[in-house]
């Protein structure tokens, strides 16, 4: 089976053939699943977006549609064998289909994989010929189709631009002219598609031609929109006259159309960009490893290292946010170090080996990857030390911070870490470190419930991030804020729930723009049930909440808030330990008090042998950003219940 939405809405067996869809109710439905990518899309969601004043049989017709379809993608299904396709799932449906078996979901993935790795590019070219026309064509009036269309439009003319650096930068090209030509028409305002159009040019032995197209791109920019070209339009065309265009086969990296820089100057920028946030920190994991790659090309192993290196910007949360760049980073470190040998320079294998420790911070690590990327941290720790580099062993630092993680229970262990970064940093005038330093004692006072320790450290965080120009920092320090008021609406004359979860729509609001998926995704759900289980009231049962990561351990929760007691049960059987992570007492707290809630004596027990050394703390404010109150009120419950009998 496949399905293909760039163009109309269709569908083909195995051997090619067209599936009947039905109507355009029926196409539209399909289409609406697939845009989800995987996730569940709710009976009122479908509702809404079909209809602009919903019918008042407007359920039943969907599933008449549903019925329809499923029907139609699995016509060879037995009576009562459950559909495979499109799954009912709690209040909606799922599409379960391989992303290599829709074309908008295998577009995306090649464009995002030939962002990372040039190598892609022929992968690149075979997803862009697939599209048939806009996408979801036939799905009119429609604003989530709209919203949709729009969005994957500006992918594709990032592709076609993206395909066209790539093979401009290999040393070939010279055939693209007349599709760049096309495109320039057609997307005149793109100014970088105009760089790119002129290199094809250039590449053609056309020289002329190339100098032509910037200067009518410059006139058209000065006379329509009385803007002057950007400097890589003007650099381009200096090269282009002076016959200095750079060597097509040198290995280069970007930070975006058409720019062009060598790696050091790339992975330093990239540094940069990481403290911004927002567009700013996807564009500079991107450019850092853009840059590993382009020196990894070179063969040059010190000068890999150094790449590798050079990206020593401070992480304070134990989830990546682009769990696949990491594994990417990890493997080029580990591959460099071994290259390297024990015998290369003591400096290059500790930044090395610290990079191993603070990218290592996937939740599905296998434990020998836990145990290599601990063993990193150690190691690097150590020959900082006998280095007595103050920069270099903040850095390791970090990743000892970051590898900590290891059982609930370790606050203070971790405040110990922090207070030696911020000291290092303060002696040694690095404020970055400085800051990360701060984060990480606010996280240690959260975490063993001193607010008032926690808000010297964010307001001296705040502070810091003024001069070292991190924003970031504030989204952090907003959402502590929140935890807070979460923990002082229990308090006599404290702020009211109502209050406590007002402030943490404030703080998710400002984290939907950060950057930070591996921080945001799943947070703000869980802060409300942690406001819910403060004032003892059910988890939250709203369909359209993402819980993110922590969906098996809230589910069972929700569930229960739902009346739905057997279903919870087995969702509690299902539960996976936590990863080790922030959240992880979070997590146990969340297992303990559902088995409480069903009786489980045994997966209690479990739960209370695993919180046993974070009796003193505060379940999820590990992180500074959440809380479901102190640890040992489920601890309690737990020893209770396994005890029971």
Not at 6 to 27: F, T
Not at 202 to 210: L, N
Not at 450 to 474: C, I, K
Not at 635 to 642: G, K, N, S
Request: aromatic fraction near 4%; hydrophobic fraction near 45%.
């Amino acid at each position: 089976m496949r399905i293909d939405v760039l163009g109309a809405v269709r569908a083909l067996h195995d051997d090619g053939s067209p599936v009947d869809l039905g109507g355009p109710r029926h196409r539209e439905v399909l289409a609406r699943l697939v845009a989800a990518e995987g996730r569940m899309v709710t009976t009122d969601t479908l509702v809404d977006d079909l209809w602009t004043d919903p019918p008042a049989r407007a359920v039943g017709a969907l599933r008449t549609f549903v019925a329809a379809l499923r029907r139609a993608l699995e016509p060879d299904r037995p009576p009562r064998e459950p559909p495979r396709i499109i799954v009912t799932e709690g209040p909606g449906y799922t599409l379960r289909l391989p992303r290599e078996d829709v074309d908008v979901h295998r577009f995306q993935d090649t464009l995002a994989r030939a962002r990372r790795n040039p190598g892609a590019v022929t992968d690149l070219g075979t997803v862009l010929a697939d599209w048939r026309g806009p996408a979801y064509a036939d799905v009119t009036g429609s604003p989530w189709a709209q919203r949709e269309r729009t969005r994957l439009e500006e992918l594709r003319l990032e592709g076609t631009e993206l395909r066209a650096r790539i093979l401009l930068d290999s040393g070939t090209g010279a055939e693209l002219v007349a599709g760049l030509g096309a495109h320039v028409t057609e997307h005149p305002w793109r100014e970088p598609a105009w760089g790119l159009l002129a290199r094809a040019l250039h590449r053609a032995g056309r020289q002329a031609d190339a100098l032509a197209t910037l200067r009518r791109a410059r006139t058209m920019l000065v006379d329509q929109l009385g803007l002057d070209p950007g400097a890589d339009l003007q650099r381009l065309e200096k090269d282009i006259l002076n016959g200095t265009v750079p060597p097509e086969d040198t290995p280069t990296a970007w930070t975006g159309p058409g720019v062009r820089l060598g790696p050091r100057t790339t992975v330093d920028l990239a540094r940069t960009l990481a403290l911004a946030g927002g567009d700013a920190l996807v564009q500079s994991r991107r450019d850092r490893l853009a840059a590993i790659q382009a020196a990894e090309r070179t063969g040059d192993l010190t000068l890999t290292a150094r790449i590798i290196a050079a990206y020593d910007v401070p992480a304070v949360w134990s989830r990546a946010d682009d769990p696949e760049q990491s594994r990417a980073v990890v493997a080029a470190a580990e591959r460099t170090l071994t290259g390297l040998g024990p015998d290369g320079p003591a400096d290059l294998r500790a930044r090395l080996l610290a990079t191993i420790a603070v990218e290592s911070r996937r939740a599905d690590l296998s434990s020998t990857e836990l145990k290599r990327a601990q063993q990193a941290a150690r190691k690097a720790e150590a020959l900082a030390r006998d280095l007595a580099d103050p920069a270099l062993l903040a850095f390791a630092l970090n990743g000892v911070f970051l590898q900590s993680f290891t059982r609930p229970g370790l606050a203070e262990e971790r405040d110990r870490i922090g207070t030696e970064i911020l000291n290092l940093a303060t002696r040694h005038e690095l404020p970055n470190f400085a800051v990360l330093g701060r984060l990480v004692r606010l996280q240690s006072a959260s975490a063993l419930g001193d607010l008032d320790a926690a808000a010297s450290h964010a307001e001296a965080a705040e502070q810091l991030s003024a001069t070292t120009e991190a924003p970031l920092v504030s989204v952090l320090t907003t959402w502590f804020r929140a935890r807070a008021a979460a923990a002082r609406s229990t308090e006599p004359g404290g702020p009211t729930a109502a209050t406590a979860a007002a402030h943490y729509r404030t703080a998710e609001d400002a984290l939907r723009a950060a950057g930070m998926p591996g921080l945001h995704r799943g947070l703000f759900p869980l802060a409300l049930l942690g406001l819910r289980l403060l004032h003892d009231r059910p988890a939250p049962t709203d369909p359209h909440l993402d819980w993110g990561p922590y969906r098996p351990w809230a589910q069972p929760l929700v569930l229960l808030a739902q009346d739905r007691g057997e279903q919870a049960r087995t969702a509690l059987a299902a539960m996976p330990e936590p990863p080790r992570d922030h959240m992880q007492e979070a997590m146990w707290c969340l297992t303990a008090r559902a088995a409480v809630r069903l009786g489980e004596r045994g997966i209690a027990a479990h739960a209370e042998a695993a919180l046993r050394d974070a009796r003193a703390e505060h379940a999820g404010a590990a992180g500074g950003m959440l809380t479901l109150g102190p640890v040992a009120r489920y601890l309690a419950e737990a020893e209770a219940c396994a005890g029971a009998g």
